[in-house]
């Protein structure tokens, strides 16, 4: 392993130990104005000779023609650090400088940006390097500038090589039209006839770590870089210059670097971005990443120039081919047509990133997202909705590593099934209603030539059903007022009816709630103002609803506490109210419950996740899971599934009852049958919504 000694200088300084003359002084930026501090485009001179290695303070230019209103206002002072280090093929330098903002504005995020410079005084080979020159004396090949590479700052432990976190301030940019990168070009060159930045720098913190440099404050930055050594002394490369620029960011960014793709750079890179509240984690997709060591929340930087123009680079830190999926959900939510958001990953090296996607324009309306829930804008008649989704990482928009992918998705206002006390309804595909168990009010006798139905609800003793025009019909028994629709109520996209109580629910499209029938709890009270609902659920003696936002709303009977929504619940995407207790599903798969639990109705199994829908009887509940297969806990009658069961696309519970559309639309009933309930007439299929 050589030894190597490097001074690094700004601009015109050099050390005796050469004769290698400097290049010629950069050209210097216009006058800042107050709103745009001159931060200055400056040379970072790396210079070895072949028995040591020390750093020489940097001096700022002062030429007699430069007046004071002319010289940039953040000023480097002298080096406090410096190390080089030998390892797999490649020296690691790097250098530690003070920085004191003499600026009249504080600074965020001051980074030392890579700079190409155009025209006659171009860097070399398109990259940031200039000055290159050999041990051998002569000026060294300028394919090997596009090899010197940005990094974290390294050190040498043994015979493995480990980041100095205390030091470690690599950053990459989004490299986009219009995105990160050019803001920061704005305060350099904003016609970019002069520099162009490349998306990589290294940025400044105080001693306790902040990113913001006070007026007249100090804070710290360290440049570091891997050389390639070559195969003689006379080859590798002996001194060169960085051209950067300081800019300030409004983005605060953390860098997974190349150097620290295990369990340990993980956690640093982790511990780096929490003492930042609000920092974005950037992992570079290097060849060395696996599922396991991806920084917790971090986006996927597949692609960092670091020699040529945005649209043909011809030097990258990273280049990986990666492959985007779109995974839309695998099943419509009953509940009000909301379901939530698909998943969009980028794949490379066998690693997957959660990313940003886009919902294109729905066939026949437009949709709209809230929270953790995807919503359809309904249009009348009530009817099945599709359109396409997709996703892209912004921080690779600009790189052929990540491909626009897509993936078509569906919602449906459809609402196949419904559980009463002792009866059972199925929307039938042709938009009849098919209705079997318990008519001692008529609640299965279904009225001549009701057509264009999209959903269906059964209460204890009444039946419920939505039209495609928004309008809803109701049959069976009346003692509460439960099938006394409101006059003229329409615009209706959902409904819900309490399957062991005496009152109906509906949601309308502009969010609110209405509500008629049996109210001796305050069940069909719905508190003032509520709106943004985009689903709702009727229980014994209270009523349930979720809104756009993840929250839930509850209002009734609270004996025992199935009102009492859990603090801080948020990114909830459905609700089921039972007699005494109310279920909620969580955007992760999860389901919580609360309020009574005779029957452990309350208990959710230890470990349920992969949930897609979920429905509450009097003492049970269940849960649909996104393979198809149906879990049941509580009262042992009608959560015990049979055994086998798997296929479903749809679950409601009645009182002591529970009954499941298969995916070819076949219907299956289990639990209690005193009324035939569970016996379903043969050749009844149900819609898959």
């Given at each position: 392993?050589?030894?190597l000694?490097?001074?690094?200088?700004?601009?015109?300084l050099?050390?005796a130990?050469?004769?290698?003359?400097?290049?010629?002084?950069?050209?210097?930026?216009?006058?800042?104005t107050?709103?745009?501090?001159?931060?200055?485009?400056?040379?970072?001179?790396?210079?070895?000779?072949?028995?040591?290695?020390?750093?020489?303070?940097?001096r700022?230019?002062?030429?007699?023609?430069?007046?004071?209103?002319?010289?940039?206002?953040?000023?480097?002072g002298s080096?406090?650090?410096?190390?080089t280090?030998?390892?797999?093929?490649k020296?690691?330098?790097?250098?530690?400088?003070p920085?004191?903002?003499?600026?009249t504005?504080?600074?965020?995020?001051?980074?030392?940006?890579?700079?190409?410079?155009?025209?006659?005084?171009?860097?070399?080979?398109?990259?940031a390097?200039?000055?290159?020159?050999?041990?051998?004396?002569?000026?060294?090949?300028?394919?090997?500038a596009t090899?010197?590479?940005?990094?974290?700052?390294?050190?040498?432990?043994?015979?493995?090589?480990?980041v100095?976190?205390?030091?470690?301030?690599?950053q990459?940019?989004?490299d986009?039209a219009?995105?990160?990168?050019?803001?920061?070009q704005?305060?350099?060159?904003?016609?970019?006839?002069?520099?162009?930045?490349?998306?990589?720098?290294?940025?400044?913190?105080?001693t306790?770590?902040?990113?913001?440099?006070?007026?007249g404050?100090t804070?710290?930055?360290?440049?570091?870089?891997?050389?390639?050594?070559?195969?003689?002394?006379?080859?590798?490369v002996?001194?060169?210059?960085?051209?950067?620029?300081?800019a300030?960011?409004?983005?605060?960014s953390?860098?997974?670097?190349?150097?620290?793709?295990?369990?340990a750079?993980?956690?640093?890179?982790e511990?780096?971005?929490?003492?930042?509240?609000?920092?974005?984690?950037?992992?570079?997709?290097?060849?060395?990443?696996t599922?396991a060591?991806?920084?917790?929340?971090?986006?996927?930087?597949?692609r960092v120039?670091?020699a040529?123009?945005r649209?043909a680079?011809?030097?990258?830190?990273?280049?990986?081919?990666?492959?985007?999926?779109?995974?839309?959900?695998t099943?419509?939510?009953i509940?009000?047509?909301?379901?939530s958001?698909p998943?969009?990953?980028?794949?490379?090296?066998?690693?997957?990133?959660?990313?940003?996607y886009?919902?294109?324009?729905?066939?026949?309306?437009?949709?709209?997202?809230?929270?953790?829930?995807?919503?359809?804008?309904?249009?009348?008649?009530?009817?099945r909705?599709?359109?396409?989704?997709?996703?892209?990482?912004?921080?690779a928009?600009?790189?052929?590593?990540?491909?626009?992918?897509?993936v078509?998705?569906?919602?449906?206002?459809?609402?196949?099934?419904?559980?009463?006390?002792?009866?059972t309804?199925?929307?039938?595909?042709?938009?009849?209603?098919?209705?079997?168990?318990?008519?001692?009010?008529?609640?299965?006798?279904?009225p001549?030539?009701?057509?264009?139905?999209?959903?269906?609800?059964?209460?204890a003793?009444?039946?419920?059903?939505?039209?495609?025009?928004?309008t809803?019909?109701?049959?069976?028994?009346?003692s509460?007022?439960?099938?006394?629709?409101?006059?003229?109520?329409?615009?209706?996209?959902?409904l819900?009816a309490?399957?062991?109580s005496?009152?109906?629910?509906?949601?309308?499209?502009?969010?609110?709630?209405?509500?008629?029938?049996?109210?001796?709890?305050?069940?069909?009270t719905?508190p003032?103002?509520?709106?943004?609902?985009?689903?709702?659920?009727?229980?014994?003696l209270?009523?349930?609803?979720?809104?756009?936002?993840?929250t839930?709303?509850?209002?009734?009977?609270?004996n025992?506490?199935?009102?009492?929504?859990?603090?801080g619940?948020?990114?909830?995407?459905?609700v089921?109210?039972?007699?005494?207790?109310?279920?909620?599903?969580?955007?992760?798969?999860?389901?919580?419950?609360?309020?009574g639990?005779?029957?452990?109705?309350?208990?959710?199994p230890?470990?349920?996740?992969?949930?897609?829908?979920?429905?509450?009887?009097?003492?049970h509940?269940?849960?649909l899971?996104?393979?198809?297969?149906?879990?049941?806990?509580?009262?042992s009658?009608?959560?015990?599934?049979p055994?086998?069961?798997?296929?479903?696309?749809?679950?409601?519970?009645?009182?002591?009852?529970?009954?499941?559309?298969k995916?070819?639309?076949?219907?299956?009933?289990?639990?209690?049958?005193?009324?035939?309930?569970t016996?379903?007439?043969?050749?009844?299929?149900?819609?898959?919504?």
């Amino acid at each position: 392993m050589r030894s190597l000694c490097a001074a690094l200088l700004l601009t015109a300084l050099l050390t005796a130990c050469s004769s290698t003359p400097p290049s010629p002084d950069l050209p210097l930026a216009t006058t800042p104005t107050q709103a745009a501090p001159k931060l200055g485009v400056i040379e970072i001179e790396f210079r070895a000779t072949s028995s040591q290695f020390q750093a020489t303070a940097p001096r700022l230019l002062t030429p007699q023609a430069l007046t004071d209103t002319d010289r940039p206002c953040v000023v480097l002072g002298s080096s406090l650090l410096q190390s080089t280090v030998d390892f797999g093929g490649k020296r690691y330098m790097q250098a530690t400088f003070p920085v004191t903002n003499n600026c009249t504005t504080s600074l965020q995020n001051l980074t030392y940006v890579a700079v190409r410079r155009l025209g006659s005084n171009a860097t070399l080979g398109d990259s940031a390097i200039t000055a290159m020159n050999t041990f051998g004396g002569t000026a060294a090949a300028v394919s090997l500038a596009t090899q010197i590479l940005p990094t974290q700052p390294m050190y040498g432990s043994r015979t493995t090589l480990k980041v100095d976190q205390t030091t470690a301030g690599l950053q990459v940019f989004d490299d986009a039209a219009g995105g990160e990168l050019d803001a920061l070009q704005a305060q350099v060159d904003a016609s970019g006839t002069t520099y162009d930045l490349l998306p990589y720098g290294f940025v400044t913190t105080t001693t306790s770590g902040s990113r913001v440099i006070p007026v007249g404050g100090t804070g710290e930055v360290t440049f570091a870089l891997s050389v390639p050594i070559q195969a003689t002394a006379n080859e590798d490369v002996f001194s060169f210059r960085l051209l950067v620029s300081a800019a300030s960011n409004i983005v605060t960014s953390v860098t997974q670097g190349l150097e620290e793709q295990d369990a340990a750079g993980k956690a640093a890179v982790e511990l780096r971005a929490a003492a930042l509240p609000g920092a974005e984690v950037r992992t570079l997709l290097g060849p060395a990443l696996t599922p396991a060591t991806i920084a917790t929340g971090s986006r996927p930087v597949c692609r960092v120039r670091t020699a040529g123009p945005r649209s043909a680079p011809t030097g990258t830190l990273v280049n990986t081919q990666s492959t985007l999926t779109v995974i839309a959900p695998t099943l419509p939510s009953i509940l009000g047509g909301t379901q939530s958001q698909p998943s969009v990953t980028l794949a490379a090296n066998g690693s997957q990133f959660s990313i940003p996607y886009a919902l294109q324009t729905l066939t026949p309306a437009t949709l709209t997202v809230t929270n953790n829930l995807v919503h359809p804008v309904a249009s009348f008649p009530l009817q099945r909705q599709t359109a396409t989704v997709q996703g892209q990482s912004t921080l690779a928009a600009s790189s052929s590593c990540a491909q626009t992918a897509s993936v078509s998705m569906r919602t449906s206002p459809f609402i196949p099934l419904g559980g009463g006390e002792t009866h059972t309804l199925a929307l039938k595909s042709d938009g009849t209603v098919a209705a079997w168990g318990g008519n001692a009010s008529g609640q299965t006798t279904v009225p001549a030539g009701l057509s264009s139905v999209v959903g269906v609800a059964a209460g204890a003793q009444h039946s419920v059903a939505l039209k495609s025009d928004g309008t809803v019909a109701a049959w069976g028994s009346n003692s509460n007022g439960q099938t006394a629709v409101p006059a003229g109520l329409n615009g209706v996209i959902a409904l819900a009816a309490g399957h062991i109580s005496y009152h109906t629910v509906a949601l309308k499209l502009d969010g609110t709630v209405v509500a008629w029938g049996s109210n001796g709890s305050g069940q069909t009270t719905v508190p003032a103002g509520l709106s943004g609902v985009v689903a709702v659920s009727a229980g014994w003696l209270h009523t349930v609803a979720l809104k756009s936002d993840g929250t839930v709303a509850a209002w009734g009977n609270n004996n025992d506490r199935q009102l009492n929504v859990p603090a801080g619940m948020s990114g909830v995407m459905a609700v089921a109210a039972g007699a005494y207790h109310t279920l909620a599903l969580k955007s992760d798969g999860t389901v919580t419950a609360w309020g009574g639990n005779q029957f452990f109705e309350s208990t959710v199994p230890a470990g349920l996740s992969g949930v897609v829908a979920i429905s509450a009887g009097r003492y049970h509940s269940v849960a649909l899971k996104s393979d198809g297969t149906v879990v049941g806990w509580g009262y042992s009658v009608p959560s015990t599934v049979p055994a086998g069961l798997s296929g479903v696309v749809a679950i409601a519970a009645g009182m002591y009852h529970n009954v499941a559309l298969k995916s070819d639309g076949s219907v299956v009933a289990w639990g209690q049958n005193t009324d035939g309930q569970t016996a379903v007439p043969t050749g009844v299929r149900a819609i898959v919504p």
